[in-house]
């Protein structure tokens, strides 16, 4: 199955798709897909997805200079500075911790986090700015690192950039427009990424990447692909029965994956 470049690309697709249907990557439903059908270890198949989410991270920020310029993620940067704060130590002691663990207990703890996901984009995805922040100095500042740490976590335990957490907290924790709130979710998401992917290079699971490199590279193409083809029909197809649908694929998931072995 991995050595099969049209399922590697369909996979992806097909993930990247969804994803851009809601505005997200997709990279919590391609980690199920590296597990499940393509047979990776847990370990490997998180780390094959970070480096697949690098790419279609990476791909997204100049498809959204369009429609948010530049200066205004820029001017954000105390936003940017504050989650960042906390997500980069949370990445670097999320992926020591994985590597830590025996595979059975990474295996739960995916599925748990699998769970976690699918609430948050039940509860979360329509989220809408209060207007403000909801906190004011010191306490806004120490919140958002506390924030920021637990999504580096989630993002380098699960290889995902972690939009699905850190736009809702943009707006709902900082008062942010949803629409910028999707820009400054990748500056904070990219550098996040790198930290988490520099620690999983010190381990020796990391030359999954070197054996599969034909692999990874044909299904993050797909997965672009599809998140741009998503992209395009955000807006045709109601999101309404789409987010619990999506949800429902991410329980099913994590109920696999817990059984994995």
Known sequence: MRDSNGVAFGGGAVIGTLGGLIGLGGAEFRLPLLIGIFRFTALEAVILNKAMSLMVIATALPFRAGSVPLGEVVAQWPIIINLLAGSLLGAWFGAGWATRLKSETLYRVIAALLVAIAIVLVTGHDSNSSGGPLFDGWALLVAGVVAGFGIGIVASL????????????LVLLFGADIKLAGSLSLAVSLPTMIVGFARYSRDQSFSVLNRNRTFVLVMAIGSIVGTFIGGRLLGLIPSGPLIPALAVILLLSAAKVWQHR
């Open 158 to 169: 699960l290889g995902v950039a972690g939009g699905e957490l850190l736009i809702p907290t």
